[in-house]
């Protein structure tokens, strides 16, 4: 599933964002799950504070990242999180 690109997405209010260094990775912790995040998760989600759309967060990766960010896959990132109730 992919996201609006219009979409603001913020980190839900019962969801946190943490460094587990038991399992060498970061995490989004919510009411009885946990979701490991793997390769650029953490920076996409540390950008969803509600001020960005889909699109200005896609933006910002590709300036910090100083390339192309494949949008679709970012979309489509935000979209299953949407969806499970990580982001709102």
Known sequence: MSADRAWRPRVAASAVLRRDHVRRSDVLLLPERVVVLHGSGRAVLDLCDGSRT???IT?????????????DDVASFLGRLRTQGCLR
């Open 59 to 71: 933006a910002a990766l590709g300036r910090a990242h100083s390339g192309p960010v494949a949008a």
């Open 54 to 56: 889909v699109e200005e």
